[in-house]
C-alpha cells in the first residue's frame, strides 16, 4: 500500500481557471505536510507547508488539510501557465523522514 | 548565494565504476538528505544526517555509502556503478525543530547516466 497518493494527471485547466491537487496518505501521526513544484529537469521547490487543519492562503495558493480524512490539498487560483509543472505531496513521518507522493502533472493551457 | 549545491551537475560512467557526488549547504541547518529520483519520477529517501549522525538509512545496496565531514557537507559515495543507479540524486537540507522538521530545501541534483 503506497503512503503517500497522488492522481499523476497530467490535470488540464484553461489559463484563468482553478486547478485542484489532491492528495491522500496514510499515516495519521503525520503533523507535517508539504507542497513542492518541479519544473522538467529541475529541482523540487517548496509552494506550501500546513501543519494545522483547516486552509492556508499565501498568494495564489491555497493549502487544505484534514486530518480526520488524511487528505491535503492544494488550489491554485487563476492558473497561468507558468504554472505548469508537476507538484509534489509530502508527508512528514515518524523519525522525520520525508515522504513524496508520486505526483501530479498539472497543464496550463492558454 | 547557492543554498544547497551539489557537484557534478551531470556524470556520465561505465558500470563497474566508482564515483562520489558532493552536497554543500550554507543555510546552517542540522539536517540534510539524499533522495533518488527515477525515470518515473518517484522522489525516494536514501539517507539523512543529522548533525553528522546518519538517522535515516532506507533500504539502499550497500554500495552507496554516505558521509557528512559536518553538518554542512554530506557525499554520497557509489560504488561498482550498475545499470539501475542511473536516475537523478537530489540533496536536501532542513533544519529538524522541537522534532518537527521544517522545510527541506532541495539543491540542483546530479543527473547520473551508468553505460
Known amino acids: 500500500q503506497k503512503e503517500v497518493e497522488q492522481n499523476s494527471g497530467p490535470l488540464s485547466v484553461p489559463e484563468g481557471a482553478i486547478a485542484s491537487l489532491n492528495c491522500t496518505y496514510s499515516?495519521?501521526?503525520?503533523?507535517?505536510f508539504f507542497w513542492y513544484r518541479q519544473y522538467s529537469g529541475k529541482s523540487p521547490e517548496l509552494i506550501m507547508s500546513?501543519?494545522?487543519?483547516g486552509d492556508k492562503e499565501d498568494g495564489r495558493f491555497t493549502a487544505q488539510l484534514n486530518k480526520a480524512s488524511q487528505y491535503v490539498s492544494l488550489l491554485i487560483r487563476d492558473s497561468q501557465p507558468s504554472d505548469s509543472a508537476t507538484y509534489l505531496c509530502?508527508?512528514?513521518?515518524?523519525?522525520?523522514?520525508?515522504?513524496f507522493g508520486a505526483g501530479t502533472i498539472l497543464r496550463v493551457k492558454s | 548565494d547557492t543554498a544547497v549545491s551539489q557537484t557534478p551537475k551531470y556524470l556520465v560512467t561505465q558500470m563497474g565504476n566508482d564515483k562520489s557526488i558532493k552536497c554543500e549547504q550554507n543555510l546552517g541547518h542540522d539536517t540534510m538528505y539524499w533522495y533518488k529520483q527515477d525515470s518515473k519520477k518517484f522522489l525516494k529517501i536514501m539517507f539523512s544526517?543529522?548533525?553528522?549522525?546518519?538517522?535515516i538509512n532506507e533500504t539502499v545496496p550497500n554500495r552507496f555509502s554516505p558521509k557528512s565531514p559536518d553538518k554542512a557537507h554530506l557525499n554520497l559515495h557509489i560504488n561498482s556503478l550498475e545499470l539501475g543507479d542511473s536516475a537523478v540524486y537530489f540533496c536536501?537540507?532542513?533544519?529538524?525543530?522541537?522534532?518537527?522538521?521544517?522545510?527541506?530545501?532541495f539543491g540542483p541534483g546530479t543527473r547520473l547516466t551508468v553505460l
Open positions: 544526517y543529522n548533525n553528522k549522525e546518519l538517522i
Open positions: 500546513i501543519y494545522s487543519n
Open positions: 536536501a537540507s532542513s533544519q529538524v525543530s522541537s522534532g518537527r522538521t521544517d522545510t527541506q530545501y
Open positions: 509530502a508527508v512528514n513521518w515518524i523519525g522525520n523522514k520525508l515522504v
Open positions: 499515516d495519521r501521526v503525520s503533523q507535517s
